[in-house]
C-alpha cells in the first residue's frame, strides 16, 4: 500500500476516533465532528452506499447481485472510519462510566449544559421560524417529559428495547448538533450501554443486537430522517430541539436527589451548588466552542 494512501487511513483513524468520543458523550454529536473534521458528505455518501436491496438478494440467494452490490460500498472509508469510532468508544464509554458512578452531579451537570446548548444552537439551523416549527417543538418537549418518566423503570432493557434504541440513536449519531448517546439517556439505555461496554465479553449478546438495530437504523431510518429534513426541515428541527429541551428532565432528576442526599451544612451545600453549576457552564462553553469551527467550517465550504 503506497504510504500517502496509509496516511489517508491513519488521518480517517483518527477522526472516527474524535466522532466516538464525542459519540459517547450526551450533548454532542459524531456528526458535528464529523462536518468539522471534513469528512461529513464522504460519511453520508459512504452510508447511503449501502443498498438495503443487498439483504434480499442474500436471502433469496441472488450471490452475483449482493457481490455485485458490496463493491458499491465504500468500505475503503468506512473501515478505518470504524475502526476509529470502536476504540473511542471502548475507551470512552469507560471514562463515562468512572464519572458517573463517582461523580454523578457534576457528570449530570455536565451533560446538562451540554444539551441545553444544544438546543440552542440547533435553533440557528431552523432556516424559517413558522407556527409548525413551535407546535412541533411543545410536542417533542412532552414526548421527551413522558419518554422519560416512563424509561425510568417500565421500559427495561429486553433485547427488542435494546435493539430499537440502537437504530434509533445512530440516526441521531450522524446528524450534525444531535447526540447519539442524548438518545439513549431519553430512553433510559444510556448507563445500561455503558455497562454493556464494560461487562465485555459477557454482555456480547446485548451489545451485538445494539449493533444489529444500529445497522437497521443508519440504512434505513437515516433515509426517513434525511427525507423529513429535506422536506419538513423547520418542523423537523423543532421537534428534535423540542426532545432535547423535554430531556433535561433525566438530568434534573439526578442532580435533585443528590442535592436531596447530601450533608446539611451551608459551607459544604454552597461549594458543591458552586462546582455544580461551573460543571454546567463548562458544559455550554464546549458545545459555543464545537458550534464555533461548525460556522467556520460552513464558511469555508461555502466560499
Excluded at 500517502?4 to 464525542?22: D, N, Q, R
Excluded at 452506499?49 to 440467494?61: E, M
Excluded at 421527551?144 to 437504530?167: K, M, Q, R, T, Y
Excluded at 464546549?286 to 460556522?295: A, D, K, P, Q, S
Aim: glycine residues 12%; charged residues 15%.
Amino acid at each position: 500500500m503506497p504510504l500517502g494512501s496509509i496516511k489517508e487511513k491513519v488521518i480517517l483513524i483518527l477522526k472516527g476516533t474524535v466522532m466516538g468520543f464525542a459519540d459517547v458523550i450526551p450533548g454532542v454529536s459524531g456528526g458535528t465532528m464529523a462536518l468539522i473534521t471534513g469528512i461529513y458528505e464522504e460519511l453520508i455518501s459512504a452510508i447511503e452506499s449501502f443498498d438495503p436491496a443487498l439483504a434480499l438478494d442474500l436471502v433469496r440467494g441472488r450471490f452475483r447481485d449482493f457481490r455485485d452490490g458490496l463493491k458499491r460500498v465504500e468500505f475503503g472509508f468506512l473501515i478505518p472510519l470504524g475502526l476509529g469510532v470502536g476504540i473511542a468508544l471502548l475507551v470512552g464509554s469507560q471514562f463515562v462510566r468512572y464519572l458517573l458512578e463517582h461523580f454523578p452531579p457534576y457528570t449530570y451537570s455536565f451533560f446538562f449544559g451540554l444539551i441545553l446548548a444544544s438546543a440552542g444552537l440547533l435553533y440557528f439551523e431552523i432556516p424559517e421560524v413558522k407556527f409548525s416549527a413551535l407546535v412541533t417543538s411543545l410536542i417533542g418537549v412532552f414526548v421527551a417529559i413522558a419518554i422519560v418518566g416512563v424509561s425510568s423503570g417500565n421500559f427495561g432493557h429486553g433485547l427488542p428495547v435494546i435493539f430499537s434504541a440502537g437504530a434509533i440513536a445512530i440516526c441521531a449519531m450522524i446528524l450534525p448538533g444531535i447526540s447519539g448517546a442524548f438518545i439513549l439517556l431519553l430512553l433510559g439505555q444510556y448507563e445500561y450501554i455503558l455497562d454493556a461496554v464494560g461487562g465485555l465479553p459477557g454482555s456480547f449478546p446485548t451489545l451485538a443486537v445494539f449493533a444489529l438495530g444500529a445497522g437497521v437504523g443508519i440504512i434505513a431510518f437515516s433515509r426517513i430522517l434525511s427525507f423529513a429534513l429535506d422536506n419538513w426541515r423547520s418542523g423537523t428541527l423543532g421537534f428534535l430541539i423540542g426532545l432535547m429541551l423535554g430531556a433535561l428532565r433525566k438530568p434534573f432528576e439526578v442532580l435533585v436527589e443528590s442535592s436531596a442526599d447530601s450533608t446539611i451544612n451551608f459551607e459544604w451545600a454552597f461549594q458543591e451548588t458552586f462546582t455544580v453549576i461551573a460543571f454546567g457552564l463548562l458544559g455550554v462553553i464546549v458545545v459555543i466552542g464545537l458550534g464555533y469551527f461548525r460556522l467556520k467550517e460552513n464558511r469555508e465550504r461555502a466560499s
